[in-house]
């Protein structure tokens, strides 16, 4: 299957400080990418779909300014939690689409705002 | 927009028995459905796939179904095996490149 990579893995954060959140297609172009957030013991919630050289659609009750998402290129999304609180603190999982359907993950975000 | 029920929330099964995994969807315009395996703190993994074209699809020990009349489909584990132990989630999309809407989650475990 196709490779996504994600960076950083871990990340500990004060609360109110922004965090970036990297998500590379090391071997595919992605039009496309998704923006997940995972809390324990539960689904996979999306946040945003990120598509490459324009703004970001936002799911509904997902603040906009708070995770900002570039797509500047075919290999790289970015999300960023702005002004981060504990309540952020979750699994953040990205994915881009290979080919017409199959969508792969990359390896997620542990973020912890303390 | 589209939901997605996942039954059971967790599977309980003996090494070499079948596991069962059951899911519906309200959208009749989805004709996509994944199914992914995702270890603790691992990132979710694509086992198998279904469109709407196709009723079965059979990958070694692992299958799905789909009836797309009852807008519900499956995945069959046969002889299962102590890896088999994850949590696996169905998903469904109404078109290529679109997004997932993921069911719940089965939390299975394989007993030795």
Redesign the interface.
Known sequence: ?AV?SQHPSRVICKSGTSVKIECRSLDFQA??M?WYRQFPK?????MA?SNEGSKATYEQGVEKDKFLINHASLTLSTLTVTSAHPEDSSFY?CSG?AG?????????T?LTVT | GENVEQHPSTLSVQEGDSAVIKCTYSDSASN?F?W?KQEL??????II?I?SNVGEKKDQRIAVTLNKTAKHFSLHITETQPEDSAVY?CAA?KA??N???????TRVLVKP
């Open positions: 299957g996504v039009t496309t998704f539960q689904s996979l919630m999306l779909t999982i689409i017409a359907y199959e969508q792969y993950f990359g390896p997620g542990r | 996509y994944p992914y703190g691992k990132r979710p993994q694509l796939d469109r989630f999309s290529a490149g997004k997932l809407t993921f069911g719940g989650g």
